[in-house]
Every structure is written in C-alpha cells, then in structure tokens.
DNA sequence: TATCGTTAGTAAAGCGCTTTACATGATGAT
DNA sequence: ATCATCATGTAAAGCGCTTTACTAACGATA
C-alpha cells in the first residue's frame, strides 16, 4: 500500500502538501495539484482511514447496536439507518447484542474508544444502571426506540400509548369486551406504554380488565404462544387478544392453531410493528405500523446534529405516530352482534 | 481518556513495560504488576483500539458485506456470522450495499485500508468484472453463498442444484408435469445452477421445459408477480411453480391471488431458501431449505483459518446439502390424479 | 531601497500504541 | 575479584496521517 510520504515523493512536494490538498487545506497552483493526482494515481494511493482517525479524532462512522440483527424489525431499522447514514457520508457499523448486555456494553466502549463518532442504541431489555451509567452526559448519543431511563440523550419513540389505544378501540368498536393483552418484558417503556394505552381505552368503553388476562414476558413467539396457551384453557376465554408484537402475536396464532381453532372466527388478535410478514401470515395481521423507515432517518439526523454540533439541537424526545393497519385477523366476536 | 502513558506514569513504570505487560510479552514482578493493575483500575483505562490496530496492522475485526440487511436470509446470515466471529474474539461489520456494486467496491477497499484483516462477502449481483479484479488473489476473503467467477478465494455455497431437482421431482412426483420456473438474474451462479437441477428433473421424468416458462429475472417479489401473470395469462397454464427464492415464491402467491385462483387447488408452489416467513405464510410454503447457520459459520472458520494461516488451509469450494421442507404449498393437479 | 504581502510551500510534533534493541543492577559461578 | 547470566525493565523508532507554526522567494508598494 503506497502512503502518503510515497505519494509525496513521487510529486516532488512534502507529505504536509499533500495532506492538505487532499483535505482542501491549501491552495496550490494548477501544475502542483496536477504532479499530485497524478502520484496519486500511478501509486493507486487510498488513504489510511486508521490513520486518519488516530490523527484526527473523527471517525466519520457511528455505530448501531440493535438486539437481535435477525429480528426483521431491527433489520428494516438498520437497512433505513444505513441508508440515511451514507447519504451523508458516514459509515455505519452494526452491531447485534444477542439480547446480552454485555455485547452491548461493549459497544458502548468501542464508541467511547473512538472507534465510531456516535452510537444509535436500540435495545429490549430492562436496564440494570450499567448501561445508564455508561452512558450519562454523553453528547453522542441517540436512543431509538426503546428507554434507558436516567439518560438525557435524544430519544426516539413511538406512540406507543396511543397505538395500542387505537388497536383497543378497533377492537371494541368491533363487539369486543373480553380482550386480553399478551406483552413483552414488565417495566419495559413499550410494554408500559402499551399496557397504558389499552387500559385507557378499556376505560373508557366501561370494560373491565380481568384479572389474569395482562400477560407480560417477553416479545418473543414462544411467550405469545405460552400465554395464549393459558388464556384458551382457562375457563372463561377473551374473544379477542392485543398481542404487544407481531413476533407475539405469530405465537399466538400458533397456539390457537393448536388448540383446533381459528383467527378471527374463534378469536380476534391485534399485533404491533406491523413487521414485513405481518401482511402475508394467515389471516393476514390486523396491526399497528411503526414507522421504521422515519425511526432511522430521524436517528441519524439528530445525531449527526450533535456530532456536528448543529443548531438547532434535536429535542429531548420525539414520538412518531403509529397507524392502525387492519388486516383480516379481526372479526366481530361470534357470540355478539355488531352494535 | 487515559491513555498507556497516563498508566505508566502512575504506576512508575514506562510506556514499555506497561504495553509488554498488557500483551503477555514481559514477565514482570508481582508488585508492578499489582502497581500496574492499581493505576489501569483508577484510571480506568482501556486501549485506544485506533492505535493498536494502526501500529500492530491487525484489526481483530471482519466485515460482512451483504446486499440487503433488511432481506431476512442475509440477516439471519449476518447473525450466525456475528455470534461465531464473536465467538473466536473477532468484532463485525456488518454493511448492506443495497444492490449498489459502488458500496460492495467501498466495502472492498475499506477492508484493504486495513480496517478489518478479513471480508465475508454475499453479493446477488452478477459481476462486470471488477470485483473480480479487486479480489483477485487476495488472502482474507470468502464468498458465501454467491460466486463471483475468477476469483480464487475460497467459497462456501449450498447444493443449488441437487435442491430444485429435489423441488421439481417432489412436483413430478405429486403428478405434475407442467411446471414453470421462476428465476433471479442471469447468469447468477445459484440461478444457472438452480435451472440445471430442475431441467435434470425434467428431462429424467421425460418431461418437457416449455418455451417460455423458464422466467428469469430478479430475486424480488415483484418478479414473481410479474412472471407468474404472465404465466397465468397465457393459453395453457402450468400447474405447478417452481420459484428460484422464497421472496419470488411470495410474488407468486400475490399474482395467484390477484387472479382469483388459490394455492395448492389450482397452482402449485414450491419456494427455495427456506425464510423465517415461509412457514407463515398462506398457504406455509413448501420450499427447500438453506443450512444458513452452518454457512455463516463455516464462512468465519475459514476466514479465520486464512488469517491466522492455519493448516489445514480451507478447501476452495465447499457445498452445504439442502433438504426439502414439505409443507401446503403442494397438492396434485386437478385434473390429473394421482398414480 | 526597505518593507510588506502573497504565494507556495515545509519541518516537526503529535495521535496512542507496539516492538526491537539495549541497559542496569543483582546474583551466582569460577 | 571477575565474569557471565538473569531479572527487570527502558529508550526510541515507527505505524500513516494531520496540523500548527513557520519560511523562502517574489513582486508590489511607499
């Protein structure tokens, strides 16, 4: 690999010239510039990023840690992030924790060791402190997504309360009364905020929610179909189920299919993300949309903002709105008439 | 940051003797190391990776270059990459090209700065040329999955043909003898070789390939579609698809949908890759599966196995079995029973 | 002619680490 | 007493780049 004191040799000039032309430091006349591109090219020379980022500071890259890259949630997530990233020429390194923490503390170590510029953090466990504690007061952060509570870095959620609110509603407006709800890890931002919405909207329709049927675990399909397990065999059965996650919800639909029954005759079932097979399971998914491809745009644009020190300042937190996307998977409840 | 100096200082040794110390290439006294140990902790030190990497050249990171992360084959690719190079101490990067040879060239040349030692490549472009050239005879990459032609490096791809000749006999062997195959790109190895296997079936059974109904084109649903109206449109339809990708196959099952029709009764399915969403679907898609685990892998093995130049030295060219996965998508042809 | 301002650069330090080659003092053998 | 040896380190160069501060040469101006 030819350097840039090769490059500089070969144009006759210093390593300091070249430097700087190169990073628009200098203006050099026409014929200097010339012996330059034309070192640069019969070396093939390409500049050290290491280098670079050693001398410099800059990485012109940052970093995406996400749970689980096979998630196709998170996938969509980091296909937006890197396509905005690149559009304004950074790089960006994923990272997939795995659900362990310490994979994500890593990552928070290898930014903090300037390897990357900046950290978009997406996760889905509970925080310990650790994790909070890494991070306080750093400028270079963006959480997506998801809370680490006690950190006062940009954040980006959805609305998560009113989604789940509007997916209680559609399913009240539908006949329902007996909705259970399936949702992912207690404490959860999303989980409580969801819990939250559907309780609002219960409330407000007189229903009550029955003891039992507020299932919390996790956003996996194997607690979806466990939950739902329980809620079928149980004496008096929901006639409708929110599920806090498509992923939920494909467990869901799993363990009805196993206990003889089918959605939406025998049971009406609302998820949320609206992930790319929401819309090709059968029945096709009744779901709330998250708006992937804005989460990762917006992540990226606020923090190169605070890379790069922009005004204005992206604010505290912002919420995008969620859409109700109903598909075929609700139903009027078997027993009622529509109203 | 403290930085090694900082630690030297406090613990009254030199730079030296605290780097040497780090990596095991000095036996030093039970008392400095304590000293040393008491200054890493109270400073809380960690070593800029930047400099190591710039001064030692070794990286201890890959990176995965993939068309589309958001394609759940190369995600779930990505995280079996991930989980083994994490496994072995090496960090990933992973970057998504989008189909953009540009980025796939990018990804190549970041890799040649020295900023990771090895490269995981998956295209699903045919090749102008010059990635050949930037490949060529370069001792730290592997091609997974897709061949890019004239490149000696070793490659890791699965049994595409003994996989849609275990498809199309599974078809034959339902009682169809119309069948069309839906394709992806010319020229691509998995496409000429996935045709191969199906005209063996054919050919074996006796059976002929029609004109016009071998269709190829992109890995895309769309294509699918596309391919399977015009299919549908002309005079005499096949009662079976082969389609080259599930992605395809789901393109497939929109354009049968469209036309009133329905899978199995009037057409039959069977998808390739064997997707997370392909037991989902309506109906769950009988398709032949990839050993995706096994190929992400077996790909950081051998990379690996080059980087540090172990024996044995990776063979050129391995093949993962395919297995079929029977599933609804398949059923006899109306108007032929079965024998 | 002395001064000033430009133009066209350069020397050298530094980013944080590794590594090679060498140094110092204590110990043991002769 | 002397020499070799060992244990315990250290000095300094170098990885490839950036950047600050400086300068040599030249023409223009007062």
């Known amino acids: 690999m030819a350097t840039l004191s090769d490059v500089a040799a070969e144009a006759g000039v210093s390593p300091t010239a070249v430097s700087r032309y190169l990073n628009n430091r200098i203006e050099l006349p026409q014929a200097t510039r010339d012996r330059i591109d034309a070192a640069i090219a019969k070396l093939d020379y390409r500049p050290n990023l290491l280098a670079r980022r050693l001398s410099t500071g800059k990485a012109e890259a940052i970093s995406l840690v996400t749970p689980d890259i096979a998630n196709p949630f998170f996938a969509e997530l980091a296909a937006a992030v890197e396509r905005q990233a690149h559009e304004r020429g950074y790089a960006v ?6 659900g362990h923490a310490d994979n994500e503390i890593d990552a928070i170590r290898r930014m903090a060791d300037s390897h990357v510029d900046g950290l978009i953090l997406t996760t889905n466990r509970v925080d310990d402190g650790t994790r909070a504690a890494l991070l306080a007061d750093r400028g270079n952060v963006v959480l997506l997504d998801e809370d680490i509570p006690g950190v006062s870095v940009p954040r980006i ?4 309360e009113a989604g789940s609110y509007a997916a209680t509603r559609h399913l009240i407006d539908m006949g329902h009364a007996d909705i259970a709800l399936i949702g992912g890890p207690p404490r959860l931002m999303s989980v409580t905020e969801r819990l ?7 409330e407000e329709a007189g229903l009550p929610i029955r003891p039992g049927w507020v299932l919390l675990g996790d956003y996996t399909r194997e607690h979806g ?11 008096s059965r929901p006639t409708a189920i929110l599920a806090c996650s498509d992923y939920i919800a494909l467990g869901v639909g799993q363990a009805v299919r196993r206990q003889g029954l089918s959605i939406p005759e025998d049971l009406s079932l609302v998820g949320f993300d ?4 929401a819309e090709l399971v059968h029945p096709a998914l009744t779901t709330i949309r998250q708006p992937v491809g804005e989460m990762g745009r917006l992540a990226v644009t606020y923090l190169l903002a605070l890379l790069e020190g922009q005004t204005p300042a992206p604010p505290p937190e912002t919420r995008l709105p969620v859409e109700l996307i109903a598909r075929q998977s609700v139903a009027p409840p078997r027993h009622k008439a529509i109203s």
């Open 93 to 98: 390194y994923i990272s997939s924790t795995q």
């Open 274 to 277: 609206d992930m790319a097979f």
């Open 225 to 235: 179909a466990a939950a739902t397990s329980i809620l079928l065999d149980s004496p």
């Open 157 to 160: 959620f959805v609305e998560n």
């Open 196 to 202: 939250a919405g559907f309780s609002r909207a219960m």
